[in-house]
């Protein structure tokens, strides 16, 4: 290390600090914190790069330069080495050669110092000098930490009681989201994700990726038993529902294991009052999505739930174990333990999509020919009539709520 370069002093700013070290390297120098956030930048003229720009413009990385990261393994290598990385120019998310180094104090990142490096000009001195410089932003950044995590600790408090109902009116909802510095101009709603094991590494990876995606603003975070809930609010009034679909598709991408995680998205709402009525519709949509994995894939919000909106109602009451099974299925139920004939598995695939025997034949493996067989000796077993709308609809709910009595 160079004499004259030195960090052990107290900066009174960020902004002086990243100078430093950008007066040692002769390069652009950014800091990041760990959720891709603009902390500081350099005021170095001279070389630049289109990824530079819009983060500094933005005051955060672009999601679509966080995504690439993501994809070619950066972030990941750069959090578990102490050592600066070198980053290749990618011209696709305008980004030219960077030198990165992690800001970490007892194993957790607080943040990032990036180098624009152009001309492949720093030494293995210089990347020393680097790594030094980010041991020491550890100590910049640990006081920040500390008060993030106070004043998230209050904003968790005030979710909580607006997920419970007791926040007060909207008005009320309003001043206290205004004085934690969350606007108040659009609707909000609750986006849940229901985890089938939930630990702290699992939680802090989602809501990395809940912060660090653009689709929607995050307002407040927190954890609850197996699920992870988001108060989030769209960029526009009339954009929620389709950015939704784009924020749960692409956190759901990031995550490294994707089975055994479902979500669940409330309506917006423009009277905060409303927001807990969003947490239930959120939340009874990802249990009866991990309820009915198969029947309910593609569903996102609560108004796409049909049938299953009642079903959790009945569920509720307690009595289902009560009720006689349904004579119809009964009497598949035993024709198939008698003949193996797969009836209610039939049934359900062909409910499941929607009558159609071509979607359903090919589903089962089987001929239309010995489908259409297969229907109509179900109907005349059972009693029933796939041709009556209301008959298919009440069976339908019945496979739902019986199923596993069936077996």
């Not at 905060?272 to 569903?299: C, M, N, W």
């Amino acid at each position: 290390m160079r004499e004259s370069f030195s960090l052990n002093r107290t900066f009174e700013s960020l902004e002086e600090f990243v100078d430093t070290v950008s007066g040692r390297l002769q390069c652009p120098v950014t800091m990041e914190d760990a959720n891709h956030h603009l902390l500081a930048y350099s005021s170095h003229a001279g070389e630049t790069d289109e990824a530079r720009v819009a983060t500094i413009i933005g005051r955060r990385v672009p999601e679509k330069v966080i995504n690439k990261f993501w994809k070619e393994g950066i972030i990941p290598k750069l959090n578990q080495q102490d050592e600066p990385l070198v980053i290749p120019p990618i011209e696709d998310i305008g980004l030219g050669r960077r030198v990165a180094a992690a800001i970490r104090r007892k194993g957790e990142v607080l943040g990032y110092l990036w180098v624009i490096d152009t001309y492949s000009r720093l030494t293995e001195e210089d990347l020393e000098d680097l790594q030094f410089a980010a041991s020491k932003a550890a100590h910049q950044l640990l006081q920040m930490s500390r008060q993030r995590r106070k004043r998230e600790k209050s904003r968790e408090e005030l979710l909580w009681q607006m997920l419970t109902g007791e926040a007060g009116t909207h008005e009320d909802i309003i001043r206290q989201l205004s004085e934690i510095g969350i606007r108040t101009d659009l609707p909000l709603a609750v986006i849940v994700f229901r985890f089938e094991q939930i630990d702290e590494a699992h939680y802090q990876k989602l809501a990395y990726a809940a912060k660090t995606t653009q689709k929607l603003h995050v307002l407040i975070d927190t954890r609850d038993d197996e699920q992870a809930v988001l108060l989030v609010a769209p960029h526009h009034h009339d954009t929620y529902e389709a950015s939704a679909l784009q924020f749960t598709e692409t956190l759901l991408a990031r995550m490294p294991e994707k089975r055994g995680i479902w979500s669940g998205c409330g309506s917006a709402c423009s009277n905060y009052e409303g927001i807990e009525e969003s947490f239930h519709e959120a939340q009874r949509t990802a249990e009866l999505k991990q309820k009915h994995p198969d029947a309910l894939q593609g569903v996102r919000f609560y108004k796409e739930l049909g049938i299953f909106r009642y079903v959790t109602l009945l569920e509720e009451t307690g009595k289902l174990e009560q009720l006689p099974l349904p004579p119809s299925l009964l009497t598949l139920a035993s024709y198939d333990r008698e003949n193996n004939a797969h009836m209610i598995d039939t049934l359900e695939k062909y409910l499941a999509f929607d009558g159609s025997v071509a979607e359903t034949a090919r589903a089962l493996h089987v001929h239309v020919n010995t489908l259409g067989y297969r229907l109509r000796r179900m109907e005349e077993i059972a009693g029933i009539s796939l041709k009556n709308p209301a008959q298919k609809a009440g069976l339908y709910l019945d496979l739902q709520l019986f199923r596993n009595r069936l077996c």
